[in-house]
């Protein structure tokens, strides 16, 4: 009964059963996390303590070992296999998955569209990273201590806030292109290029000048991120320290290359690496423009066309793996590095 | 956002706070009226020699600015107009309210209804922050105050768990949602969002519980509160804006997110959130701008809502390292 209750709430189908199945999932929640803790305080002395700790962290750390550990290590080992299911027991005696050793890894190179993935890829992770760095640095020192400052931050800031899909349609909308002779342009771009007699473009349409279009996007979103880290990384700089050099007569352009940038240094890396994170795994960009099928995908929106849409499940983990094996070693230097700060 | 108190807040920011608190806090001595005579000066002197630097913020303001214009003057142009003139020349054409109302209601056939996936991404979301800010500050508070074996390396192996990629966990967790019946449920998405937001929140809170000073926990330690009370009398009023700032960051990551729910709910529209929703009706819709446009703003306009009005405790978020991709 009661489980049927359960699942009952987690497949509502109109509205008000759904905001129902909202207030019975918080009450779920709430029921069993509370009452382990309200169990592990019945408990005193050493005893309790140990058993307050695991009541603590347990939930926690199962969660964690259930939804991330045992996955990813089912994801490493599915890529070995062939086969058109994730479970290695499905299908018949035909279609059952078997080893295949780097087979998978080795098809990275060796399928066709793949290794323009893997360029596109590349393009991503170092244009985003640097040009929203960059945007972001020039803007957050141009508007520093300037009147406006927070509405001036807040509109570069927004993009944040809106989701990569609705970024995606507003620049599709920026993008838009009208094929027809003397057709009307909507989209702003192809309306001021039409404007100088010339022909218009079909962004998004056209191979290689599509990934450069998408990056734009990522870029406009990114930028805020970078303004933000970077303007306070700048607003920390003690005031003694610019004073000294206003004194040697250090100003303009010399000021920030020899005071300002030498300070926040180490700001610039983690607001680069953060980006470049964000950039490898970001998949709704792409999915959102056109799921990958303008030969504009990058690896990211690969990983969900082979896993869910061509069924290579062994081919979409070993891309999900070549994802990790680029990420971890950023994430870990930027932790190391927050530590080191803090 | 100066005027606010500064909760404790790890590296970077706290430096920046510290450094902003000295120079409001010191008393006006001779040297700090000099010095702040002198920054005026030198502010003014700089606007002017550098008309450059502000036409060319202008410029980028713009820049970032005109897409996210041109989208919202469009969602109040009429469907005709839309595709006759630029949204730029709005200002000779009528502006109407209704493409609002027929996104919402639903007017372009079955299943439209921006209001049903409104409902959506409420449901999904509301838990989905709820649930990982309570399983993560409990956490935070035991590795933070309580002493149990292996509390370190174990602290150790949550972060840095940070390094796993969404994509390599979420195949096999589609497939055991599938094969437990809860395939395409709410509950395989708050499920799936905890298990994901886990290890970043675990590490942010446990930043700041422990510079919550040791002797508050002693005094009620002594007066015979336990682990239970202590954290929920005396830890998690202190560690609100903690909480306020994570909370923030995982509303607007489960609100604008698409790969969990499209992996989860395999593509169905049935309890799909308003991204997943947009997405598809956006090639259904075609050229229907007076429409993808409406329906792009009203997802938005909740996040932005949220944004501007707690932008102060996103952006600490942010500066604590609140970054997930």
């Known amino acids: ?342 | 956002m100066s005027n606010a108190t500064p909760p404790p807040v790890p590296a970077d920011v706290e430096k920046a706070a510290a450094a902003e608190a000295t120079k409001a806090d010191a008393l006006p001595t001779r040297q700090s009226l000099r010095k702040k005579g002198r920054t005026a000066a030198g502010n003014a002197a700089r606007a002017v020699s550098s008309p450059w630097g502000s036409v060319f913020a202008i410029v980028l303001a713009v820049l970032w600015t005109m897409p996210t214009l041109g989208l919202f003057v469009t969602s109040f142009r009429q469907q005709g107009d839309i595709n006759t003139s630029g949204w730029w020349m709005a200002w000779s054409t009528p502006l109407t309210g209704e493409n609002y109302a027929t996104a919402f209601n639903g007017g372009s056939g079955n299943g439209t209804a921006m209001s049903q996936f409104f409902v959506n991404s409420i449901v999904i979301t509301i838990p989905a922050v709820l649930l990982p800010l309570l399983l993560a500050s409990l956490a935070a508070y035991a590795f933070a105050w309580i002493d149990f074996p292996f509390r370190n390396a174990l602290f150790v192996g949550v972060f840095a768990l940070q390094i796993v990629p969404l994509q390599i966990a979420l195949l096999p967790l589609a497939t055991w949602f599938n094969n437990a019946g809860l395939g395409g449920s709410f509950w395989s998405l708050w499920l799936s969002h905890t298990a994901f937001a886990l290890p970043l929140a675990v590490y942010l809170l446990h930043n700041f519980m422990k510079e919550i000073p040791a002797s508050l926990l002693e005094a009620a330690r002594v007066d015979g509160a336990g682990h239970v009370r202590i954290f929920f009398q005396v830890l998690l009023p202190l560690i609100a804006p903690a909480l306020a700032s994570f909370g923030i960051f995982q509303f607007l990551w489960v609100w604008n997110d698409l790969l969990v729910a499209l992996t989860m709910l395999g593509g169905s529209l049935q309890r799909a959130p308003m991204t997943m929703a947009i997405q598809n009706l956006s090639g259904q819709w075609g050229d229907k701008w007076f429409l993808t446009s409406a329906g792009a703003f009203i997802s938005i306009a909740v996040p932005v809502a949220v944004f501007l009005a707690l932008q102060r405790y996103f952006v600490r978020g942010l500066l604590a390292g609140g970054t997930k991709g």
């Open chain 1, 1 to 342: 009964m009661l489980v049927s209750f359960i699942h009952a709430a987690g497949t509502a189908e109109s509205a008000g059963d759904k905001l129902i199945s909202l207030v019975i999932g918080i009450a779920v929640f709430a029921a069993v996390f509370l009452g382990i803790l309200g169990l592990a305080s019945l408990f005193k002395g050493r005893v309790g303590e140990r058993i307050q700790a695991i009541a603590f962290v347990g939930p926690t750390v199962l969660f964690i070992v259930a939804a991330l550990v045992i996955p990813a290590a089912l994801t490493i080992r599915r890529a070995f296999y062939n086969g058109k299911f994730f479970d290695l027991n499905f299908g018949t005696a035909r279609t059952k998955a078997q080893f295949s050793g780097f087979e998978n890894f080795q098809k990275l190179w060796t399928t066709p569209g793949l290794t323009e993935v893997i360029r596109n890829t590349a393009l991503w992770v170092l244009l985003v990273p640097l040009v929203a760095t960059g945007v972001g640095l020039i803007y957050a020192l141009l508007i520093d201590r300037a009147k406006g400052e927070a509405v001036a931050k807040a509109l570069i800031f927004l993009p944040m806030a809106i989701s990569m899909v609705g970024a995606t349609l507003i620049w599709k909308f920026v993008y838009n292109y009208n094929g027809a002779p003397g057709a009307t342009q909507i989209g702003i771009l192809n309306a001021i290029i039409t404007k100088f007699g010339m022909e218009p473009i079909n962004f998004l349409g056209t191979p290689v000048l599509n990934t450069f279009a998408l990056i734009v996007i990522m870029i406009w979103i990114q930028a805020g991120f970078a303004m933000t880290v970077l303007s306070a990384a700048i607003k920390a700089i003690p005031d003694e320290i610019l004073e000294a050099a206003r004194m040697d007569g250090v100003s303009g352009f010399k000021m920030f290359r020899f005071i300002t940038l030498p300070s926040i240094r180490s700001s610039i890396i983690v607001v680069l690496t953060t980006i470049a994170i964000g950039t490898l795994k970001a998949f709704d960009i792409v999915q959102a423009a056109s799921g990958g099928k303008l030969r504009d995908g990058v690896l990211a929106s690969e990983f969900y066309n082979r896993s869910f849409v061509t069924q290579e499940p062994g081919l979409g983990a070993a891309i999900a793996i070549v994802i990790f094996v680029l990420v971890s070693p950023i994430i870990a230097y930027n932790v190391i590095q927050m530590r080191k700060d803090a």
